[in-house]
Nanobody
């Protein structure tokens, strides 16, 4: 069992920045892919950004250029830095640990973009 715990989030003004963090109970250097997903009310969960074991990153087209996913292997944490946020970024953000034989999710953190 892998524990995945998100932190950060909250209320953010439009145009502002927010940083989310994900702490994993397993060495993230051994996990095939760590990702951030989000789910807005009434919509399906969608991928925001991912970082693979080798360090390659992937971003959804809707956030590319203003979102950065990063990791600290020494602390087993994965961060999501979001800049220039807008109302459409309002959602519950989930951290995911994925490998061949498992998928583990955190409980999610709320990000609300509002004046």
């Amino acid at each position: 069992q892998v524990q995945v715990v998100e932190s950060g989030g909250g209320l953010v003004e439009p145009g502002g920045s927010v940083r989310l963090s994900c702490t994993v109970s397993k060495s993230i250097s051994s996990i095939y892919q760590m990702s951030w997903f989000r789910q807005a009310p009434g919509l399906e969960r969608e991928l925001v950004a991912a970082i693979c074991r080798g360090g390659t990153t992937h971003y959804a087209g809707t956030v590319e250029g203003r979102v950065t996913i990063s990791r600290d292997i020494t602390k087993n944490t994965v961060a999501l830095q979001m800049n220039r946020v807008a109302h459409d970024d309002t959602a519950v953000y989930y951290c995911n640990a994925h490998d061949v034989d498992y998928d583990y999710w955190g409980q999610g953190v709320q990000v609300t973009v509002s004046p």
